[in-house]
């Protein structure tokens, strides 16, 4: 028996999210079943972050176990032809027995991609939220700082968690604005906030990215988000941004076959 | 009665085609039926280019007469929030009522877009074609070269055309290669091929991109390309890349209000 740990992209746009559902179709899901039929036993793959429907991306993590003597190095490759378009195995390798890809430490980078622009592009609206109006970048530079330390996010996370602790570390906040050539439109801009941390909670991302666009539009200070943060109240942050702007970039282990926690 | 010009952008994955086709979901069908509704007569655009099933438009363009008094500036605003994400009007003016997308010279570009990589990318892979081996750019750059000037152009074109003449110019053609950023792969490259003429035959950017990746995968020479020109037989030319690639980028009138050809 052997664990191997893959990387996988997906376009989220057509899956009710990452994990498994009766009923419904899932990233974690549709994995199961084509890695099920091509090792000819029930794999159950374990997955580092339970993304949203809707919610994109480019490096998730999981891992399984089999039985099967496939090497690593041929299990992206051959699974690649079972998934659809929208899942790609970017890579697999053999881990230790008991690498659990939630169990250890980690460091998630997650991108919430947005188009300024007059109108939208149909060819960016599946992976970014269209905004007409030019938002204030600088503001919103200014505000995501804020969130960057160690603090309690119940302000910025769905009542509807199962968290227990809300205490979590924003390690990076960066806003990033790029010239987006969009047909005949002189000032499109793509403005992408990317923030990395130990972990997230639920909607936590889309809460910040929609409390950094409301900071944007002029609708709230760059300076109330401390406040914010202290009042450990959902109501009191700004809206949740929708799903498909979001894309999870990657997770770092401190090493590929670090050890569970214990 | 006054004759109004869109630019429009679409995503083509889920059309078949531009053109208006009985019983089927074209991009010409969408934007008729949301342009009747809104305007309370019955509309039928004329677009420049009639691009094939799956084939994507940053700026195909075409015009619409109508007696209503509706402001050409409000016509994209108003539209679009009746047409789905994949169909954007990017704008919109009045033209002299003679004009005609398809009566005058005009300047065309297409862009056919590869993804050179081990894997494919999920959020790249409804616009861009996926080659897993390295492709040969600078055998690609020689062969586009070739393509440049007036030629007949009978072995790029699919023998199902209705074109009488297959005489037409393609005044540049560019071959652009980028680091394209996909998960945990460290040689991504984006290959663009950018060619420009006065008009393109049935399927004839698709046969261009075939044969230049065919170049690039070292099946053909470079130096093949004139001789594939002068033998005026498809056969004698490299595949039709898939339509997934293909994005019409834009058309450029010498005036926006050139009469039309008499």
């Known amino acids: 028996m052997k664990r191997i740990m893959m990387t996988v992209a997906y376009d989220g746009t057509d899956y009710c999210g990452w994990q498994l559902q009766p009923g419904r179709i899932t990233v974690e899901g549709v994995i199961n079943e084509a890695l099920s039929q091509m090792l000819k036993e029930d794999i159950q793959v374990i997955g580092a972050s339970r993304t949203d429907a809707g919610v994109h991306s480019r490096g998730n993590v999981c891992v399984f176990d089999t039985s099967r003597s496939i090497a690593p190095e041929n299990v992206a490759r051959a699974l690649n032809a079972r998934l659809p378009d929208t899942v790609v195995i970017t890579g697999a390798h053999e881990v230790a027995p008991d690498f659990h890809p939630r169990k250890c430490d980690c460091?998630?980078?997650?991108?919430?991609?947005?188009?300024?622009?007059?109108?939208?592009?149909?060819?960016?609206?599946?992976?970014?939220?269209?905004?007409?109006?030019?938002?204030?970048?600088?503001?919103?530079?200014?505000?995501?700082?804020?969130?960057?330390?160690?603090?309690?996010?119940?302000?910025?996370?769905?009542?509807?968690?199962?968290?227990?602790?809300?205490?979590?570390?924003?390690?990076?906040?960066?806003?990033?604005?790029?010239?987006?050539?969009?047909?005949?439109?002189?000032?499109?801009?793509?403005?992408?906030?990317?923030?990395?941390?130990?972990?997230?909670?639920?909607?936590?991302?889309?809460?910040?990215?929609?409390?950094?666009?409301?900071?944007?539009?002029?609708?709230?200070?760059?300076?109330?988000?401390?406040?914010?943060?202290?009042?450990?109240?959902?109501?009191?942050?700004?809206?949740?941004?929708?799903?498909?702007?979001?894309?999870?970039?990657?997770?770092?282990?401190?090493?590929?076959?670090?050890?569970?926690?214990?």
Chains 1, 2 share one sequence.
Do not use: W
């Open 107 to 262: 460091v998630k980078t997650y991108e919430y991609r947005i188009l300024n622009c007059q109108v939208d592009d149909p060819m960016r609206t599946r992976y970014s939220l269209h905004v007409e109006r030019p938002l204030d970048v600088e503001k919103m530079k200014q505000a995501a700082a804020h969130f960057i330390g160690e603090h309690d996010f119940t302000s910025f996370c769905s009542p509807q968690t199962n968290a227990i602790s809300k205490i979590r570390t924003v390690y990076e906040t960066e806003i990033m604005c790029y010239n987006a050539s969009v047909s005949g439109i002189s000032d499109a801009r793509e403005i992408v906030i990317r923030v990395t941390g130990s972990g997230f909670l639920y909607n936590m991302v889309r809460i910040i990215a929609g409390t950094l666009i409301a900071v944007g539009q002029g609708r709230i200070s760059p300076d109330a988000i401390s406040a914010m943060i202290e009042a450990r109240d959902r109501r009191a942050a700004g809206p949740t941004a929708p799903a498909k702007g979001l894309t999870q970039v990657g997770i770092r282990y401190p090493s590929p076959d670090t050890p569970a926690k214990t």
